[in-house]
């Protein structure tokens, strides 16, 4: 499965490969079939997951309610949704190849 798909109810699925506890916040590229994204947040209380989620809203240039993770709030592999946006165009605001 791709990084970035659509998803059937017209959203954006992004598969991702979190790293909690980084020394800066940054999209990493591709690792496998998931983006990789490491974030400064400690993975406790859900910051990390809401500091994926404000690094890949900033990234793709839609507003921070529209992403959200969907799968493996608890897990290092995470799906997030994403709103208000094409396949195509997150693909290429995130730099990969669909």
Same mark, same amino acid.
């Not at 983006?35 to 859900?46: D, H, M, T, W, Y």
């Not at 493996?72 to 605001?93: D, M, N, Y």
């Given at each position: 499965?791709?990084?970035?798909?659509?998803?059937?109810? *017209?959203?954006? +699925?992004?598969? #991702?490969?979190?790293?909690?506890?980084?020394?800066?916040?940054? #999209?990493?590229?591709?690792? *496998?079939?998931?983006?990789?994204?490491?974030?400064?947040?400690?993975?406790?209380? *859900?910051?990390?997951?809401?500091?994926? $989620?404000?690094?890949?809203?900033?990234?793709? *240039?839609?507003?921070?309610?529209?992403?959200?993770?969907? +799968?493996? +709030?608890?897990?290092? $592999?995470?799906?997030?949704?994403?709103?208000?946006?094409?396949?195509?165009?997150?693909? $290429?605001?995130?730099?990969?190849?669909?």
């Amino acid at each position: 499965m791709p990084a970035v798909t659509l998803a059937p109810d *017209g959203s954006v +699925h992004i598969a #991702v490969k979190a790293v909690p506890g980084a020394s800066r916040d940054q #999209v990493s590229g591709l690792l *496998g079939d998931r983006l990789k994204i490491r974030v400064s947040a400690p993975p406790e209380g *859900g910051k990390a997951n809401e500091a994926i $989620e404000t690094l890949l809203a900033d990234r793709l *240039g839609v507003r921070r309610r529209d992403v959200r993770v969907i +799968h493996g +709030h608890s897990s290092q $592999e995470k799906t997030l949704s994403v709103s208000g946006i094409s396949p195509a165009l997150a693909a $290429e605001r995130l730099g990969i190849d669909r």
